[in-house]
């Protein structure tokens, strides 16, 4: 490989039998929303994540909206979000014509649920069995634990707070598949499988992809029915085209479940390069001042889907901007953390709770390449080019 040669951050791995099982598909001539991959797929998803039932969708952000809609989430109800998160779970929450109330996160960049509890505690009332804003008066009905790069949420006090509160859980897990809590009482279960709902994304950027889909995990046989009713535009009677409710056209497809279900069979091989390099990079990018690679809950073995890098500005001597402009001029790509939701224009004027580390990890953060088949000479080309950074070439 060239010195030169262009480091993205993230682009998927596609080196097993997907070509061969897309040419089935095309050739076969199954390629729409029914066919063996979309079921194969679905069950290997559920094998993998525990889950009793898993449905294949169009994507991550379809998979929340319909997970929030059958958590009973209703126009004017509120719902728990974190503010440091990609945006999809929050239009989610939109879509339904609910309000996020944002809240702060917590050091590996989840929601902070020692602030969710002092919330409820302090800023909620319990009335003929559901929660309510004291200040708004409004209903929370449910709550979007996000699994952000695949650093596990501390789910145990939260699934307790809201069992006692009749908040249901909608667990984002669409960064996070292959994440499994190893200690506690959840040890042995993956993330997306402890709420009511959980949510997969296998977009081009995540951990596996299938170009675009997603997934809605539940262990309830009536709500994953009623999903799988939902999503397929709501069809009672298939050949008379009765529809007893609004559906959605929100499967997915055989030709996209067919990259799924290759890409399940590399899942093993992906996960162990994405954990040698998260842990190279964590080594090596630790030796230089200023720079260090953000730790991981140690309750969990985390799928290591990105790699947060932080950033002592007054230590290292540059800030987020002028280290992603340098890596930029020597062709390696990287991200700061999504821009704070609270912060975004369409959800300003909604609620935030005590808002100080989210603001703070914005600045400091930076992620690094963190590509399935980004190569150990790859890995030290990026520390080279943070170390001349440090040392002023
Ligand atoms: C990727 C992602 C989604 C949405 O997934 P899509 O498949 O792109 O719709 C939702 N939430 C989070 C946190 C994500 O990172």
Redesign the pocket.
Known sequence: MSQNQFIPLCVPHLKGNELKYVTECVETEWVSSAGKYVNLFEEKIAELTGAKHAIAVV????A?HISLLLAGVQPGDEVICPTA??I??INAVRYLFADPIFMDCDQYYNIDVLKVRDFIANNTTFNNGFTYNAKTGRRIAAIIP?HIFGNAVQMEDLVDLCAERNIRIVE?A??SLGTRYTSGRFKGKSAGSIGEFGCL???GN?IITTG???MILTDDSKLAQKARYLTTQSKDDEIRYIHNEVGFNYRLTNLQAAIGVAQVESFASILKTKKENYLAFKEQIGLIPGLSIADQPSFADNNCWMYAMQIDVAKFGADREQVMKYLADNKVQSRPLWYLNHLQKPFKSFETFKITKALEMLETTLNIPCSANLTASEVTRVVQVLKSLRNGK
């Open positions: 994507n991550g952000t379809a929340l998160t990609f999809a779970p996000v984002d669409t960064e994304s296998f977009n995540k675009g889909g997603g």
